[in-house]
């Protein structure tokens, strides 16, 4: 076992001829919150995308190099995506429950696709769990039969979160998860996150450096497709080492 | 205020329009009304049995005419459901393909194929129908299926001819799949892909997510297969042509029968000849009235049901 939840090397990731990732070595270490700020269409979602091999869905996207979650190439050979998947849970920058399902179905979707649980007991239960994991089970436990569109972004976020902690995942993926939510909503996906990183190890992108600097345990500043600079969230919005970091958390550069 | 200004507050586009959507409403309640006035006649003359009722004399002595109605409606509907059973898994597998499977060069040739399909006119597939596809499905399909399971009700009438329900039902379904499948697709494709990645990233299989996903455009599939519904309601041509055209009242599906347009078409040419036909063949025309407004409306209300609840 790796000391690391995530590792890359030397990953590069194109669409098309385009390079987008140029080359980057990163290390997240485990129950962290990892933040990967840097401006807009600097590669942050792309780089999210390779750690669980959503970029697939892309058939222009090409990866090469390592990414090693829990000390396992992914990209290996014989490795099965779904596998990875499911340890690796994935949060977006648009709230998306899926809208035909009920709030239950939406948690309980991916347990019964993937044969997780034996009875409904325990399906009952796990979706229970998952909705305590993310705060939302007192808002919604006397509505589990509505549809996600009763709720809040906030609270789609919520659910989105639980949907994904349901699978028991080691990894969260975070992209931008609060960038269409209001702020009492951002605020409490923010909690949320201190208390999860107890079991699982969070990546969120962000292009706020303020919530990067609120949230996170450690910082990568991600600049045009390369890693500018990476480290404890204090020392680099303290005394970032690069001008360019220095540059964006100041504000000057967007 | 003066009467320029009063002139001026008068949508000129609201007075051209009108008068068209007037005159579709117009249209439609005249159209009601003429055919309610002319089957008049056979409701008084036969109340109830007019629909509710197989039977078909037609005699030069006008007191023993008679016209019941039954045998063409359930044809009508039995037909028309199995046309639906065909060409929702046909109209489902075709627009995944086209939009997840196909290669881009193909993509596009499918998709000008199925619009092709569905502008085709209907005699194409009717001759193809009789020539090709009634004899095939009588060999290969009709007989084993009697031969072996005639225990089972639907199975049990021979397949004398191969002009049946079931070759009528499986010609629809054909001829209604490129209908289907055109509302199908543009749902289909317009889902956001933000739910797609929630799908996969949520450790689902191709095979699963796209499942998930078809359930997201449900109500499109739903409006295909109303429009479905209703084009096999209506269709009469290449009906008529392989349906056997038999007063006949029967759940075997390998019976030949009638529908109420194939009945309509058939005997329209001669009803002047007696003196009762007529208003029974308004009564029929009515009677694809009703059926084509209900299947409509109860879609309709069903879809906004489902709309209501599903607002993103």
Redesign the interface.
Known sequence: MSDFAIETKKLRIYYGENEIIKGIDLKVPKNVVFALMGPSGCGKSTLLRAF?R?LE?NKEARVEGEVLILGKNVYGNGVNP?DV??QV??V???P??????SIYDNVA??LK??HLVKSKEELDERVKWALEKAFLWDEVKGRLDD?P?SLSGGQKQRL?IA??LA?KPKILLMDEPTANVDPIGTRKIEELLFELKREYTIVLVTHEPMQAARVSDYVGFLYLGKLVEVGLTREIFEKPKHELTEKYVTGVLV | MSVLQKIKRIDGFKIITSPAVMFVFLLFAWMLIVYFYNALPAFVREGLATYFKNVWQATEEASKEHYGLLAAIWGTVYTSIIAILVALPLSIAYSVFVIDYAPKKIKNALIVLSDVMAGLPTIIYGIWGVFVLVPLLQKYVMFPLHKHLSFIPIFSSPPITGYSYFSAGILLGIMVTPFASAIMREAYQMIPFTYREAAIASGMTRYEATKTLLGYIKPAIFSGMILAFGRAVGETVAVSLVIGNTFNLSIGLFSPGYTISSLIANQFGNAFIYEHMLPALYAAGLALFIIGLAVNIAGLYLFRKWEKNVRI
Not at chain 1, 96 to 101: E, G, K, M, R, S
């Open positions: 669980n959503l869905l779904i998947r499911k849970g994935m977006f920058q648009y998306n429950p899926f809208p035909h399902l979707i991916g696709l993937n549809y569109a989105v949907r994904a699978l």
